[in-house]
């Protein structure tokens, strides 16, 4: 079904990956996030937002399909998000939310502690470490890990391993990587833990 998974678009800049993530997924564009789709020639089902940045041209062409919500409580991509998990999907991919405004673009980190989100951009993959996760992939490929504030974690498989070790927000869990066996195991026994998912091979030397 088209509503099990959705695709929330912010108002910043995409890459060729939207084409594919907006297959068989609800589109939802975050006010002008509805300017960033139609230039790869997407047309979202439905655009929510004060409404303060969308194109006149965006407007009348999916008048049909755009809400206004003025809540100042909310980020326009919050109010997306929301909306499409109102509309019954079941996961959400978030992009177009990197960059510009570091208050936003912290306020669409947060969002990632939902275990139903994952936030995309160019290179990377967001999405929060509930129990213990698994990734796969080219020896060497970068991965990081973010506590925030602080988070209880193991970590096995990759270049370096944690053993029940405390990270707290800052450098310690940036750049690690896949190990030689090609499968990382990670566990948060406590606190909150962002995983930072590279698709690319980085050494550090």
Known sequence: MKTEKGLVVGNR????????LAKNSLVVAADAGADRLLKFNIVPDWIIGDLDSISEKAITKLEDWTITNKDIQKTDLEK???YAFEKGVKEIVIVGWEGGRIDHTLAALGM????RIKLIDDKFTVYCVDGEKRI????????????MPEARVSVNGARWNLQHEKLRIGGRGIHNEIGPSGEV??????????LIEGDFVLPHD
């Open 112 to 115: 990632a502690f939902n275990p």
């Open 136 to 147: 796969k992939g080219k020896e060497n490929t970068l991965f990081s890990l973010i506590a």
């Open 185 to 194: 195991t990670i566990e948060c026994h406590s606190g909150n833990l962002l």
């Open 80 to 82: 997306a998000v929301d």
């Open 13 to 20: 800049p995409l890459s060729s990956k939207v084409i594919e």
